[in-house]
C-alpha cells in the first residue's frame, strides 16, 4: 500500500508508472469518485511524454493524447472512463476490445468493472482509497507472466 498526501505525489507515481509502460499495456484504475483517478492518469500522461493537458474523459469516453517513449518512439496514451456504460453493448459500441493490447500505445481504463468480462491476460491494477482531504491510499496489484510482473517490482 503506497499512501500520497498530495495530488502532486500521486502525479509522480504516475509518472514512475508511466515511465515503465510499453506498447501494448493495460493499466486498469479502480476508485471511487474523487479518488484520484484522472490526477494518477496525468502523471502517467507525464511519464510517457504526453505534453496535452489530461483531463476525464467522462462524457467523451475515450481520449487519444500522443507521447513519445523513452526511447523517443511515438506512444498514445489511450484514457477511457467508462463510467456512463451501462451495458457490454456499450463496450461493443466504442470498439473496446481494440483497447486491450494497444499495439501503438497504452490503454489506461477507469471504472474497469464495467467490463470485468473484457478484461485482458495482463494488466496493473491500481485501486484508489481516499485517505483523507489529499491523501490517497493506492494498491498496485501486477496481473500477468512474471516478466511482465518484474518490470513493475519497484513501484509497490
Known amino acids: ?40 492518469t496525468q502523471g502517467i500522461a507525464s511519464g510517457l511524454g ?19 517513449s523513452r526511447s523517443g518512439d511515438q506512444i498514445t496514451l489511450y ?22 493490447e494497444p499495439m501503438d500505445g497504452v490503454s489506461v481504463i477507469e471504472w474497469p468493472e464495467r467490463a470485468a468480462g473484457w478484461l485482458p491476460d495482463r494488466y496493473v491494477l491500481v485501486d484508489l482509497t481516499i485517505g483523507g482531504p489529499h491523501s490517497r491510499l493506492l494498491e498496485i496489484v501486477v496481473i500477468g507472466d512474471q516478466e511482465f510482473q518484474k518490470r513493475f517490482a519497484g513501484l509497490s
Open 1 to 40: 500500500m503506497i499512501e500520497t498526501r498530495a495530488p502532486e505525489e500521486s502525479r509522480s507515481l504516475g509518472a514512475r508508472l508511466g515511465a515503465l509502460l510499453r506498447c501494448g499495456d493495460v493499466v486498469l484504475l479502480n476508485g471511487d469518485l474523487g479518488a484520484g483517478k484522472t490526477t494518477l
Open 79 to 100: 484514457h477511457l472512463d467508462l463510467y456512463r456504460l451501462t451495458d457490454e453493448s456499450d463496450l461493443e459500441s466504442i470498439g473496446f476490445d481494440q483497447y486491450l
Open 50 to 68: 504526453v505534453q496535452d493537458y489530461v483531463q476525464s474523459p467522462t462524457f467523451t469516453i475515450v481520449q487519444e493524447h500522443d507521447g513519445r
